[in-house]
């Protein structure tokens, strides 16, 4: 069965970091691509980042460029998300999710950026 357990959320004031971790089971992680998304409240789901099997491969939402870094470690099923200079407006819940199964997605985890 396929799941998706993200972890790594909190409190944070502005400017501070936090990373982000997503452990996927149920299939070959290591062939597929995967993305961070987030949901503020009152907002769309917005992609954050996307990051190809090999990991040779990023992308970037304009907000987040220079500030967060996706990354992957195909041995440990694990997708990472790098959060730096966090700014109140990147509260959200935090989701990873692959393309290639788009049904499944995990139970978030929820960031706040706040003083």
């Known amino acids: 069965q396929v799941q998706l357990v993200e972890s790594g959320g909190g409190l944070v004031q502005p400017g501070g970091s936090l990373r982000l971790s997503c452990a996927a089971s149920?299939?070959?992680?290591?062939?597929?691509?995967m993305r961070w998304y987030r949901r503020a409240p009152g907002k769309e789901r917005e992609l954050v980042a996307g990051?190809?099997?090999?990991?040779?491969?990023?992308n970037y939402a304009d907000s987040v460029k220079g500030r967060f870094t996706i990354s992957r470690d195909n041995a440990k099923n694990t997708v990472y998300l790098e959060m730096i200079s966090l700014k109140p407006e990147d509260t959200a819940v935090y989701y990873c999710?692959?393309?290639?199964?788009?049904?499944?997605w995990g139970q978030g985890t929820q960031v706040t950026v706040s003083s």
């Open positions: 999710f692959t393309p290639s199964l788009p049904t499944y």
């Open positions: 149920g299939f070959t992680f290591s062939q597929y691509a």
């Open positions: 990051i190809g099997s090999t990991g040779r491969t990023t």
